[in-house]
């Protein structure tokens, strides 16, 4: 048995074992990350004791571990990038990294990977950033429990919290992100799982997807951002669990879906946004069990949508359900709980016995002209609801859902 | 003034109408309840017939109850009392009395299924708030238009025609007028068309609490400090309060006018 | 007393009254007449204040009247038809109205001479005609004052209790007080008023006693008088 666990210690960490542990520390004869990289073999472990060290562009082009102790601090003094790896199997862990440069040429990141797999890069923390942790062309990569807080004012002069480009197979994990302009962004990234991160107040978008695919994300909290998540251009993203929160605004929305296709939304939770999810040209899109609480508008359709599934979700006390700008609608409503309906179930199955028609005519009403929003709730306005219901015109007629549910759905 | 308000309350606490509207509100917060089985569901269902009911009550009660006391009335006249706070009086028995009914008979069905645990208890203090100012703003329309109308049959027409306009009507042109001037600005316009009828005026303030994420995204200026801000809310209650006193003061000012 | 000068009120195009000129001493009883329409009730309500003239000056008790409502502290008033808030008892109601007006015991004694005892507790709603009129009486005799206004007393009275009102108006005449009374029962007016003014067309065409009326028109009887005042000016 001992003899297995060593034999497998030794497959594991191959050269590890001859591995040495290198200290630093402001007093120390290796005063500075850089001189201990520099002494430092493959597979060494570089620990940084408590104190302050200014470095900047510190390059790790070797297999190393950084280990901080108690969150030594590594001041880039606002002169450019601060750490960037370039070699594969490096692991960064417990550093407190401030005052990265910020340029309108280059994207300066306190952390940056640079082609390289297998690293890990946990329990950091980041402030007064440029670009947090910047990863490119890098696959197979953990970004654990990391803490970035920014101080982003404007989009044109702020970055990312962390950002994937041309990277695949990367699972960011419990990091809290705010105050940057992209809380998470994934460019060109497949294949990647992005999951129990909280991302708020952040500019832009709390998590922002191009051209990627393949990806997860779930169980992560997007709270009070310019719009929570926006995923554009990707194909196969699964959103899984997420929370979308008090994204308010003119342009806010819980989640913005561009060109996508093929993606699954399962058992998220909208609430509070001024549109829960923007849909343009997507196309097979399964929306299921999902909460819709207190949104201005749950689920505003832009056109060009097509063979979408919206089942089993629960649509709670949204000013408006759905918004649709056409007549024509190819999408399936089908045993929603819709707090808004008003039928009854006489053979008392837990089904409606009269269909409900989530677009309302004052939602179009309002799209065309939007100071109209006035009067919502009005008697008024609850008169021509009603004679569009009875008779469509405005408004998609076969955007039915034949089977509202009687009670809120649980799973 | 006081000692009229009393009586006039006394008389109305007693009389058959005030139980039926307590009763009316009772069963409507029971079925709510019963229908919903949740708090702050019965009360978004509730802030829609308030805004609409309260005002309707408000006149038709006020109309009747200012002819049906008449004799009375001048029976008080003979008193060595001032007209203003005999009418006054009789005015604020009728709203108070109305919005008594009002509140206990929302109120009652509410707390036994436990408003006070609820996060629903400002939306429903909203609520009461906002159906006692409509309560006090139509009691008074009313007392003016029977001021104004000695015959009975055509006060009661006006009022009637008076609840339709505000509730029903005046949202329609409105909707109207928004429409057909769309291109240009018109937050400031729709704010305004809003201040000058009090049931949208209500209605606001009940958008503001139920609707905010709606609201908020539309991008006019003005709209966004109004809805966004407090300012809307401090807005709306000093227009609901000046609702309350225009009429008011024209009771007096008429009331002095009147022969009887 | 009472001294009403140049009095014009119109309602619409309905002149009313056209310049009544009319000064009543203390003491006595007052009986205005009329036609229907003459103007009678609008003269007593313009006295008590509640009809607004649109010209013309009263002073009561050497108050003038206009914007003015502590004068009404001396007048005691019977309006006509006694219509009260149904849902007041009789009991409540006279203790508001004294509440209103300040306090007194004669209310007891008067209760006792109507015979109201059994009433005190019921609803004002529920009463007959009669009844209410016995507690209108209640209520204006039960105060104090020089001046009394009494508009048709004696609706719905049944003979007792007309006997009973004589004897009430008799007694406060005798405390040196001052009735007036508007009535279409002329053996009433006959039986208690000391003198009469008479309105037509909204002017007053005759004031003095019964038999300087009766001189006047050349007729025995007080009826026939009034009667022939109506004809000759119809004629």
Known sequence: MKFKLALYATLIWGGAIYAQTIEVCNSCELSSLKSAIAIAKDFDTIRVQKGTYKEHNIVVDKPLTIVGVSYPVIDGELKGGIITITSDNVTVDGLFIINVGTSYTEDYAAIRVKRSKNFVIKNLVLEKLFFGIYIEKSSYGRVFHNKIIGDAVAEYNSGNGIQLWHSNHIEIEYNYVEHVRDGIYLEFSDDCLIKNNVSAENLRYGLHFMFSNNDVYQDNTFENNGAGVAVMFSKHIKMLNNTFKENWGTASYGLLLKEINDAEIIGNTFEENTIGINIEGSNRIKYKNNNFINNGWAIKVRGACYTNSITENNFLYNSFDIAYNSKVNDNIFDKNYWSNYTGYDLDKDGIGDVPYRPVKLFSYIVNRTPETIILLRSMFIDLINFSEKVSPVFTPDNLLDHNPQIKKITW | MLKILKYSFYDLMRSRWSYVYFAFYLLLGIVLLFLNNDLSKAVITLMNVIIVLVPLIGTIFGVMYYYSSKEFTELLLAQPLKRSSIFLGQYLGVALSLTMSLILGLGIPFVFYGLFESSAIWDFSLLLITGAFLTFIFTALAFNIALSNENKIKGFGYAILLWLCLAIIYDGLFLMTLIMFEDYPLDKVSLIGTMLNPIDLSRTLILLKLDISALLGYTGAVFKQFFGTNFGLMVSFVMLTVWVLLPVVRIVYKSKKKDF | ?235
């Open chain 3, 1 to 235: 007393m009472v001294s009403i000068q140049n009095l014009h009120k119109r309602f619409g195009k309905n002149q009313v009254l056209k310049g009544v000129d009319l000064s009543i001493n203390d003491g006595g009883i007052f009986a205005v007449l009329g036609p229907n329409g003459s103007g009678k009730t609008t003269l007593i309500k313009s006295l008590l204040g509640m009809v607004i003239p649109n010209k013309g000056n009263i002073t009561v008790l050497g108050e003038n009247v206009k914007k003015n409502s502590n004068y009404r502290h001396q007048i005691d008033y019977l309006p006509q038809i006694a219509n009260f808030p149904s849902n007041l008892k009789v009991k409540e109601l006279i203790r508001m109205i004294k509440d209103l007006r300040g306090n007194t015991t004669e209310d007891l004694r008067l209760i006792k001479l109507f015979k109201l005892e059994p009433f005190l507790d019921k609803k004002l709603g529920n009463l007959s005609g009669g009844t209410k009129q016995k507690v209108n009486l209640v209520l204006t005799f039960m105060f104090d004052c020089p001046l009394i206004i009494l508009d048709e007393p004696t609706t719905g009275l049944d003979p007792i209790s007309l006997i009973r009102l004589k004897d009430l108006i008799q007694a406060e005449k005798a405390k040196g007080k001052t009735i007036l009374i508007t009535s279409h029962i002329m053996s009433f007016v006959e039986e208690v008023s000391d003198e009469i003014v008479f309105l037509l067309e909204g002017q007053i065409y005759f004031k003095g006693s019964i038999s300087a009326l009766k001189t006047k028109t050349n007729q025995p009887n007080f009826e026939h008088a009034i009667a022939s005042i109506l004809t000759d000016n119809h004629a």
